[in-house]
């Protein structure tokens, strides 16, 4: 097999493991957040979220240590990299996680996928405000179009909008913002450290792990937990599976970031979404008006265009 024909199957056994590793755990993550269940006799929806980002994260951090063991023959590498920094990242990915699964017991699946397509608008955000950099013109430009897709997505055209309508646009914006200052903490790290793809997914979800488990002891969710899975046994296949459908996504992801760099890895998780929405709405008969297909084709293609021509980035 020559380089040419490698180098394609390569790249197509990454794509393919990010595309179904994620299109499965999103079938996963909708089906357990928007099925009725029957609880004490009440019908009820599935409403831990803190403990369903707990599961995930211990589950990525079991896989990294395997993934570890496996490729460097022990199950935690030494980093010179501080603890803080892992700590702070990932308090801010778990409060990202948390409000992004909150919101979906008010929006639905195609409209919260959506709405965290738009993460190059908090980096942005965070970036120019926090990390005083300059960005290019691209940069800007893609934000206006991903800005116009979303405001055209939830915007309703027959004037019915409440005052519930805010609450999830506020979660959604606070899962973003989180977004914005995770992906910095990362750049900060990056631009001081040799940051192996490896190490942060292990400690990110590894201390991860520890903050949501203390909270959900402390808050009393992790009994309320065990007894909605008790009365629902077969919500624990449910979370198992976008457990390690999602342990398996970061693995691709970390993996394709390390080999093939993040312009590679933005296509591969931008196509992803797109199918994800389209997915939902044929399994899950989420049904969205005209103006709403528009908006998710603007949103899309405003990722394109980032993804593309919006790298360019210069520190002040």
Known sequence: MDSTKRKFFFYLFYFTGIFFSYLIYGYFQEKITKTVYISNNARVKFEFPIS??????????????LSNFVIFGKFVVKSEIPIYYFVSCALTYVCAMI???????????????????????SVLFIGVLIGRKRYSIHKYIAVF??????????????????????????????????????????DRIKSFYKLE?????????????????????????VWRFLEFLKLNPRVILQICGAAVTSSIGQLFIFGTI???GPLICSIYTT?????????????FGNKLMVH?????????????????????IKHS
């Open 52 to 65: 369903l980002v707990f599961c995930l994260c211990l589950s990525s951090f079991l896989t990294s240590l």
């Open 99 to 121: 409000s992004s699964n909150a919101s979906l017991k008010y929006v639905s699946y195609p409209a919260q996928v959506l709405a965290k397509s738009v993460k190059p608008i």
């Open 145 to 186: 179009i991903l800005v116009l897709g979303i405001v055209l997505f939830f915007y309703k055209p027959d004037d019915s909008k409440t005052n519930s309508d805010s609450w999830p646009i506020f979660l959604l914006t606070v899962s973003l913002l989180f977004d914005g200052f995770t992906g910095g903490i990362q």
């Open 197 to 221: 793809p490896l190490v942060l997914m292990l400690n990110m979800n590894f201390w991860s792990s520890i903050a949501l488990f203390l909270v959900i002891l402390y808050t009393g969710e």
């Open 258 to 260: 390390a080999h093939m």
């Open 271 to 283: 196509t992803r979404k797109f199918f994800t929405i389209v997915i939902s709405v044929i399994i």
């Open 292 to 312: 709403q297909w528009i908006s998710t084709c603007i949103v899309f293609a405003g990722l394109a265009y980032d993804s593309f021509f919006g790298k360019g």
